[in-house]
């Protein structure tokens, strides 16, 4: 007697788990991959989401709408995105406020832009949209407490391991 075969959507159900939007949305995170309408929208720079190399400079005569405008971007710097790990207990959230002081004492201020608890890395990371000049430290206001953040690039994972 032949062995059926399995159905579809039998083996579909057997073989994977379905996971959700906020699974999603974690490994992207991990990744330090941009989601539309966080990081990236049409009233961001390419150079501002850390999409630069998406720009096609060369020849240097190759005019399209917008070169002048990321040329004066490019030549005085524009907002970027790093990367903040939490130091202490706590989860980083959107829309938190990031604060720093730059290497002449000047208080900046950016925004976080994605953020959350990576179960991966076992604390919490963020991608924060800050102008340029932080340095290797940050202070995020989370409910009324100054909490301190390392600043890193923004990839957290890769291959499954740490790299922030």
């Known amino acids: 007697m032949k062995k059926r075969p399995i ?10 788990k379905p996971c959700g939007l906020g699974a999603r949305d974690t490994l992207r995170l991990e990744a330090g991959m941009n989601l539309y309408g966080q990081e990236m929208d049409e009233t961001i720079s390419p150079l501002a989401a850390n999409m630069g ?19 004066v971007q490019r030549e005085h710097g524009t907002e970027k995105l790093v990367g903040l790990v939490m130091t202490e207990k706590g ?14 004492g000047n208080q900046h201020e950016g925004i976080i832009t994605s953020g959350t608890f990576s179960p991966t890395l076992g604390y919490s990371i963020a991608l924060a949209r800050v102008p340029e000049g932080i340095g290797e430290t940050a202070i995020v206001q989370i409910r009324n407490r100054e909490m301190p953040v390392k600043v890193t690039k923004p990839v957290f994972v890769r291959n499954g391991k740490a790299v922030a």
């Open 7 to 16: 159905s579809g959507v039998r083996w579909w159900k057997r073989v994977f």
């Open 53 to 71: 190399w998406t720009i096609a400079w060369e020849p240097a005569d190759r005019d399209f709408i917008g070169r002048e405008a990321l040329e």
């Open 91 to 104: 989860v980083l959230r959107n829309e938190l406020p990031v604060r720093f002081t730059d290497a002449q």
